[in-house]
């Protein structure tokens, strides 16, 4: 049985990646996280072993929470996938790409609805990836179609150092517009940057 993460030993896995990071040892773009560590260790609380993960970019503390080993974890991260990490042992994906998990999280629910399996997919997403049509179709199609996923909004207000909500002139984004059973969402800012962890030049 994995040991459950703490608060801590998620704040201790990023602060030791920026160190690396920051040291020059992974030469890859890195997008770590930091602030959220309570929420996401709450909604892991119910997710189980044989349920999907689907992630963007961002997605460090989501692979240890769902039993990825840290030395796997940072050895993956060192080969420079920290922005692509798939762990398909432990059911984990993630893309680089804006919105990319999304509709492939979305399939895979569909696949697991036909095949009458007990898993549930959970597809995690940022404030703007959730305004683009592909996250809005595919929470749209999966409520409409009952299929076994959640979406997680992770709200930290920017889309990398742009306000999203001045983006698209509204103090309300569309998921906060009405309640949705397939979607939660929570509010934090990042203690860290974009990409990198501050020191070293990154995008």
């Not at 680089?96 to 696949?111: E, P, R």
Request: hydrophobic share 40%; net charge negative.
């Amino acid at each position: 049985m994995t040991k459950k993460k703490t608060i801590e030993d998620l704040i201790a896995f990023e602060e030791k990646v920026a160190e690396i990071f920051n040291s020059g040892l992974i030469r890859a773009p890195i997008h770590l996280s930091r602030g959220n560590e309570a929420e996401l260790i709450n909604i892991f609380e119910n997710i189980q072993e044989t349920d999907w993960i689907f992630c963007s970019w961002r997605s460090h503390l989501h692979c240890l929470l769902k039993g990825v080993e840290e030395e796997k974890l940072l050895e993956a991260i060192l080969q420079g996938r920290s922005i692509s990490l798939c762990f398909p042992e432990h059911r984990v994906f993630s893309s680089a790409i804006v919105g990319g998990q999304v509709s492939i999280a979305t399939g895979v629910a569909f696949a697991e609805k036909l095949k009458g399996s007990p898993s549930r997919v959970w597809c995690f997403m940022g404030d703007m990836t959730s305004e683009t049509g592909i996250a809005q179709t595919s929470i749209h199609y999966s409520a409409q179609h009952e299929l076994p996923i959640n979406f997680v909004v992770e709200d930290n207000g920017v889309s990398v150092m742009t306000d999203t909500r001045k983006v698209w002139g509204s103090d309300k984004l569309r998921f906060q517009e009405k309640e949705m059973k397939n979607l939660v969402s929570y509010r934090y800012e990042n203690a860290f940057p974009h990409a990198g962890a501050g020191k070293r030049i990154q995008f």
